[in-house]
């Protein structure tokens, strides 16, 4: 993948084409034999930033890793994408608005076909027929709409459960479609319903492990992609994950996790969510009693999850991958082999 730098406030690309950013602007772009590839979080400048950057020699839009967005900024950055009548692909996380909407405007939709079929997941947020309820501004009716008429969902589709085993709320948060490429083998399916839970007025985000199936729906039969060909381009290849430490024998996966210090609350649920996702997994622990995990929904799990231990400052050691418990204590040294070597940022 090629390098970028700031300099000044300007986006630079190396080796490729160079489009000054918008101050209040994050999305990063890169643009190779007309595949722009795009990721970051949506923020308030980013709708003028997408219009600078999508200029007619644009064929192909990639939305790797974009998230955040209102749903008018989706909208006004949506329109933009189906004027210039490109092909649009997901490749990584697409979550939220912004992502979901851009993606649906596309002439042509696809999945991205570099690395595994799960580390591709489109998330459509969605709030179903209220006609008594404001949504910020705009009745939750125009969400619908756009999403019928930007795909084959129905009202079947879009139905929030009120009275399934979540506490959905009708306006803040929505509840979410999640589509994967039809070659995904994952436990839970390739198209499910999730929704988030309001507890103690704080959202709890969903895991795929408590979604529900969606039986019969296809991304394909439902209009979300034009076809079930996955997209490749040189732009978009994935490296390999860094390679596991073998088993060590410290524990059972199913006993609580125990590495001898005290560990922050939230790593009970995390490793939970670990043991109900699917492979590849890891789950990581740190020297302050932190806890990381990423899952097939990863591009490369066991390289993300380490990552992200090592932006805390900390230590960090595997407890566990896929259905192995590899733990090694902190006060002993690691097998060679089992020696995580530091990466170049991708």
């Given at each position: 993948?090629?390098?970028m ?13 160079a ?8 999305l990063?772009y ?18 003028e930033?997408?219009?600078a ?9 990639v939305?790797?890793?974009v998230?955040?967005g209102?749903?008018?900024?989706g ?32 002439k ?21 027929y ?7 501004g ?21 139905t ?10 009708t ?13 995904a083998?994952?436990?839970?399916g390739?198209?499910l319903h999730?929704?988030r ?7 709890k ?12 729906v296809t991304?394909l039969?439902r ?17 390999d ?11 059972k ?38 806890c ?12 993300e ?7 805390s ?7 566990a ?11 002993k ?11 170049e940022?991708?």
């Amino acid at each position: 993948m090629k390098c970028m730098r700031t300099l000044g406030g300007a986006m630079v690309l190396l080796a490729g084409l160079a489009v000054p950013s918008l101050a209040g602007a994050t999305l990063q772009y890169s643009t190779q034999d007309g595949v722009m590839r795009v990721s970051g979080k949506v923020e308030a400048k980013d709708v003028e930033g997408l219009k600078a950057q999508i200029t007619p020699a644009v064929r192909v839009l990639v939305l790797a890793g974009v998230s955040g967005g209102s749903w008018e900024q989706g909208r006004d950055m949506a329109a933009l994408v189906e004027k210039a009548e490109v092909t649009t692909v997901v490749h990584g996380l697409c979550t939220g608005w912004s992502c979901s909407m851009m993606f649906l405007s596309g002439k042509s939709r696809m999945f991205s076909g570099a690395g595994r079929p799960e580390s591709h997941e489109l998330e459509i947020p969605f709030i179903n027929y209220l006609p008594n309820y404001d949504c910020g501004g705009y009745h939750c009716t125009d969400i619908s709409d756009w999403l019928g008429r930007h795909s084959k969902l129905g009202n079947g589709d879009l139905t929030i459960y009120h009275k399934s085993m979540f506490t959905a709320t009708t306006v803040t948060p929505p509840d979410s479609l999640i589509f994967f490429p039809a070659q995904a083998k994952l436990a839970h399916g390739n198209v499910l319903h999730c929704a988030r839970e309001i507890i103690e007025e704080k959202k709890k985000e969903f895991t795929l492990a408590d979604c529900l199936p969606m039986p019969g729906v296809t991304a394909l039969n439902r209009g979300i992609v034009t076809t079930d060909e996955g997209f490749t381009h040189p732009s978009i290849s994935v490296r390999d994950d860094i390679a596991a430490p073998a088993g060590s024998g410290y524990a059972k996966l199913e006993d609580p996790v125990d590495i001898g210090i005290a560990l922050n609350d939230e790593c009970r649920a995390i490793y939970t969510r670990f043991l109900h996702s699917d492979s590849p997994r890891a789950f990581i622990v740190s020297n302050k009693g932190s806890c990381f995990a990423r899952f097939a929904n990863s591009l490369r799990p066991h390289a993300e999850a380490y990552r992200a231990c090592k932006a805390s400052k900390a230590k960090c050691r595997f407890y566990a991958v896929d259905d192995t418990v590899v733990f090694v204590s902190f006060d002993k040294p690691l097998p060679k082999k089992a020696v995580v070597q530091k990466e170049e940022d991708e």
